[in-house]
T-cell receptor, first 114, second 113 residues
Framework: NAGVTQTPKFQVLKTGQSMTLQCAQDMNHEYMSWYRQDPGMGLRLIHYSVGAGITDQGEVPNGYNVSRSTTEDFPLRLLSAAPSQTSVYFC?????????????FGPGTRLTVT | AQKVTQAQTEISVVEKEDVTLDCVYETRDTTYYLFWYKQPPSGELVFLIRRNSFDEQNEISGRYSWNFQKSTSSFNFTITASQVVDSAVYFCALSILGQNFVFGPGTRLSVLP
């Protein structure tokens, strides 16, 4: 199993540009989520999905969109990049939200918005 | 609302010292799960342990041990005889059945040779 994969690993955008961060998992997990990690703030939840066709907002959803057309994929779209979105982004998956199961994380995408 | 506090922002120890990382959580639910993750300098997040609210037994895994105390809402993590490879950011997290994870801000541990 590849686990959770994310592409790209690094990205530089200019203010106003849009892009999609890709996330895929091959563990047949129903639950997937996106976090951003900023210094001193831990991991903050952006969006999550409890299954194909179902998404919901997390703690910091503004400026981001998600969709979940398949169990495997959960892309994160930045609509119009802003410097405040400079961060490291992690995708994670789990058998179910909360419950007894830990989350498996992808390697992260380091995004810089200039 | 759920909350996780890791009051120690950074800790530095010399190799072979023991070190304890504190985690205090807040929840009104009686069923919940606690986790520790390690983030080494390479950046990935590595799962270390999961504990449910009904199991207060302490756990030991090699040089790692965890002390769960419901009375003080704490889930502390101790590394015995620390090594340079233990240098990382450590996150404590809380989850409630059917809800999302809440992470603490992390503690950066530096183990000096």
């Amino acid at each position: 199993n590849a686990g959770v994969t994310q592409t790209p690993k690094f990205q530089v955008l200019k203010t106003g540009q849009s892009m999609t961060l890709q996330c895929a998992q091959d563990m047949n997990h129903e639950y997937m989520s996106w976090y951003r990690q900023d210094p001193g703030m831990g991991l903050r939840l952006i969006h999550y999905s409890v299954g194909a066709g179902i998404t919901d907002q997390g703690e910091v959803p503004n400026g981001y969109n998600v969709s979940r057309s398949t169990t495997e994929d959960f892309p994160l779209r930045l609509l119009s990049a802003a410097p405040s979105q400079t961060s490291v982004y992690f995708c994670a998956s789990s058998y179910s939200p909360g419950a007894t199961y830990e989350q498996y994380f992808g390697p992260g995408t380091r995004l810089t918005v200039t | 609302a759920q909350k996780v506090t890791q009051a120690q922002t950074e800790i530095s120890v010399v190799e072979k010292e023991d070190v304890t990382l504190d985690c205090v959580y807040e929840t009104r639910d009686t069923t919940y799960y606690l986790f520790w993750y390690k983030q080494p300098p390479s950046g990935e997040l590595v799962f270390l342990i999961r504990r449910n609210s009904f199991d207060e037994q302490n756990e030991i895994s090699g040089r790692y041990s965890w002390n769960f105390q419901k009375s003080t809402s704490s889930f502390n993590f101790t590394i015995t005889a620390s090594q340079v490879v233990d240098s990382a950011v450590y996150f404590c997290a809380l989850s409630i059945l059917g809800q999302n994870f809440v992470f603490g801000p992390g503690t950066r541990l530096s183990v000096l040779p």
